[in-house]
């Protein structure tokens, strides 16, 4: 492939784009522009999520209505957030759902067994979470076991 036909062929992608979706140079211009928007929305989720936490430890000061009413938005950006994950794996090609499919197996079992793990270890000593704090661990865990598992996947199917 020469060099010209590669730029031609990725000309919106650059390296950083393809660093946060973690595999854009693999599929067609429709599973980039699912990825980017995915992408979106995981931001606009994120940043509600953590809006809505500061709000909701900013105490008294802050009307009951309107920690409801941020909180109901951070839930209602969820929707999206999941409809363009449905749409990307429906719209995938099998490769792409292949690379997902070994990549959410990765970041389900690694939640799951970080999950038990420490349950088991807690009681063996370590500093028990209450699911305030245990929750969103797991979830960490478990987004950093997928995104282990697409870049790994990715490399294998390359």
Not at 55 to 80: F, N
Request: with cysteine; glycine share 10%; charged share 15%.
């Amino acid at each position: 492939m020469s060099r010209n036909a590669g730029v031609e062929a990725g000309a919106d992608e650059v390296g950083l784009f393809k660093c946060l979706t973690l595999g854009a140079w693999l599929g067609t211009t429709r599973d980039r522009r699912n990825q980017t928007a995915i992408l979106c929305w995981s931001i606009l989720l994120a940043v509600g999520l953590v809006g809505s936490v500061a709000l909701l430890k900013a105490g008294p000061g802050v009307s009951d209505a309107l920690k409801w009413a941020v909180t109901a938005v951070t839930i209602a950006l969820m929707i999206p957030w999941l409809w363009s994950q449905l749409r990307f794996l429906r719209e995938a090609d099998e490769l792409i759902r292949k690379i997902q499919l070994e990549a959410l197996a990765v970041g389900f079992w690694a939640g799951l067994a970080f999950g038990v793990a420490y349950s088991v270890l807690a009681q063996a000593g370590l500093p028990h979470l209450d699911p305030a704090s245990g929750t969103p661990l797991i979830v960490a865990v478990s987004a950093l076991g997928y995104a282990s598992g697409r870049v790994l996947a990715s490399k294998r199917y390359r």
